[in-house]
Antibody, heavy 117, light 108 residues
């Protein structure tokens, strides 16, 4: 059973860098697939942030590209998100996902990150 | 266009059929996926590709596409289908994902 679990600070100060990790179990992260991040501000819709292939190739939402880094560590079966220069608008539930080319078939439970001083 | 548009709210009487739509230029090239999200939970994939249901998704859920509009149809809506439904697809570059704003389905 494929499982994804997000972890990281629930509170980040404005202008700092948000860092999250997604641990993958029940599936080898090296076996193809893209590994992605999606967020959802409170009461709003979903927004794709970016994804990384097991080889390290990355794809980012153009609106966030200048602030986002997604990376993968196959030795630890995990991948990570870094979002720099955060503001209150970055407050959201952040989900990690397993993506084939045509869909996101497994999601983590999500973690709420609040940006506040 | 790099957007997907959904109606914010839709309602259906219990046991009736409802269609939830998603419009966008990318849908002329790529199929939409549909995710169901209940309060406090992560989204769950219910339809992907031309009209595919993941294991465990009831067959009352189906998908279709006509031109730039994708539709999710629930035939015989149940109380447990009350949820937010999000569509997504690849953008025209094929490298990025787009999401619609989501539709809140109320089962009356």
């Amino acid at each position: 059973q494929v499982q994804l679990q997000e972890s990281g600070p629930g509170l980040v100060k404005p202008s700092e860098t948000l860092s999250l990790t997604c641990i993958v179990s029940g599936f080898s992260i090296s076996t193809g697939y893209h590994w992605g991040w999606i967020r959802q501000p409170p009461g709003k819709g979903l927004e794709w942030i970016g994804s990384v292939y097991h080889s390290g190739s990355t794809y980012y939402n153009p609106s966030l590209k200048s602030r986002v880094t997604v990376s993968v560590d196959t030795s630890k079966s995990q991948f990570s998100l870094k979002l720099s220069s955060v503001t209150a608008a970055d407050t959201a539930v952040y989900y990690c996902t397993r993506d084939s080319y045509d869909r996101s078939d497994y999601w983590g439970r999500g973690t709420l990150v609040t940006v506040s001083s | 266009s790099s957007e997907l548009t959904q109606d914010p709210t839709v309602s259906v009487a219990l046991g009736q059929t409802v269609r939830i739509t998603c419009q966008g230029d990318s849908l002329r090239t790529y199929y939409a996926n549909w995710y169901q999200q209940k309060p406090g939970q992560a989204p769950v994939l219910v339809i992907y590709g031309k009209n595919n249901r993941p294991s465990g998704i009831p067959d009352r859920f189906s998908g279709s596409r006509l031109g730039n509009t994708a539709s999710l149809t629930i035939t015989g809506a149940q109380a447990e289908d009350e949820a937010d439904y999000h569509c997504n697809s690849r953008d025209n570059s094929g490298n990025h994902w787009l999401f619609g704003g989501g539709t809140k389905l109320t089962v009356l």
